[in-house]
T-cell receptor, first 115, second 112 residues
Framework: AQSVTQLGSHVSVSEGALVLLRCNYS??????LFWYVQYPNQGLQLLLK??????LVKGINGFEAEFKKSETSFHLTKPSAHMSDAAEYFC?????????????FGEGTQLTVNP | DTAVSQTPKYLVTQMGNDKSIKCEQN?????MYWYKQDSKKFLKIMFS???????INETVPNRFSPKSPDKAHLNLHINSLELGDSAVYFC???????????FGNGTRLTVT
C-alpha cells in the first residue's frame, strides 16, 4: 500500500523567500506523484505531476518539484513566495497498478506568506 | 462553464435525516469520485465510478450510497445522518486511470 508523509503541517515564509514543502512517499511500485493546492473554501487544483518522465517537474504559478527515488521524496519548491501562494498544499501518490485513480493524500501543509 | 460542479455548497441538517449531494462534470471524463475531507483537512477517497460502474468502494458505512445515472453525474445519498458525518465532501473526475483529478468546490455538510 502506498502512503505519503508531509513534514510540517504549517510552514511560514516571508514574501520573496524560498518556499520548500516536503513530501516523502512509500510505494511498492513506481508511483505517480502529484501536488495539489487548496485555497479557502475551494476544491483542490493540480499544481504539477510526476509520471516517470523528467525527474524535475515544473508546474503552474512558478512551482516545481523534484522526484528523488533514492530519498523517496517529491519536495515542492518555489524560488520566491507571493502573498497569493498562501494556501493548503497536498502531496498525493497513486499506485499505477490499481484500477482507478486511487490517490492517497498527505495530511497537508498550510503555507503562510508574511509581508 | 464550471468543470466539476456540486450542489449544494452548504448543507446543514439534523441527525437522522437523509440528504443527497449532486455532482456533475462537463469535461467528458470517464471516471468520477467522492472524497471526504475531515476537520483536520485529511482527504480520503470514498467511491469511484468508471463509466457508471463502481470500481472503488472504500470502507464507508452503508448509509452512504453513490449513484451514477450517467458518466457525467455522480450523486451521493446519505441515510440516517450522524454527527460524525460532518465534513466537506468533494466530487472529482479524471480521464482514465492515474490521471490528475479535477475537483469540485466541495459541499460542507454540518450535522447537528
Amino acid at each position: 500500500a502506498q502512503s505519503v508523509t508531509q513534514l510540517g503541517s504549517h510552514v511560514s515564509v516571508s514574501e520573496g523567500a524560498l518556499v520548500l514543502l516536503r513530501c516523502n512517499y512509500s510505494s511498492s511500485v513506481p508511483p505517480y506523484l502529484f501536488w495539489y493546492v487548496q485555497y479557502p473554501n475551494q476544491g483542490l487544483q493540480l499544481l504539477l505531476k510526476y509520471t516517470s518522465a523528467a525527474t524535475l517537474v515544473k508546474g503552474i504559478n512558478g512551482f516545481e518539484a523534484e522526484f528523488k527515488k533514492s530519498e523517496t521524496s517529491f519536495h515542492l519548491t518555489k524560488p520566491s513566495a507571493h502573498m497569493s501562494d498562501a494556501a493548503e498544499y497536498f502531496c498525493a501518490v497513486s499506485d499505477r497498478e490499481t484500477s482507478g485513480s486511487r490517490l492517497t493524500f498527505g495530511e497537508g501543509t498550510q503555507l503562510t506568506v508574511n509581508p | 462553464d464550471t468543470a466539476v460542479s456540486q450542489t449544494p455548497k452548504y448543507l446543514v441538517t439534523q441527525m437522522g435525516n437523509d440528504k443527497s449531494i449532486k455532482c456533475e462534470q462537463n469535461l467528458g471524463h470517464d471516471t468520477m469520485y467522492w472524497y471526504k475531507q475531515d476537520s483536520k483537512k485529511f482527504l480520503k477517497i470514498m467511491f469511484s465510478y468508471n463509466n457508471k460502474e463502481l470500481i472503488i468502494n472504500e470502507t464507508v458505512p452503508n448509509r452512504f450510497s453513490p449513484k451514477s445515472p450517467d458518466k457525467a453525474h455522480l450523486n451521493l445519498h446519505i441515510n440516517s445522518l450522524e454527527l460524525g458525518d460532518s465534513a466537506v465532501y468533494f466530487c472529482a473526475s479524471s480521464q482514465g486511470y492515474n490521471s490528475p483529478l479535477h475537483f469540485g468546490n466541495g459541499t460542507r455538510l454540518t450535522v447537528t
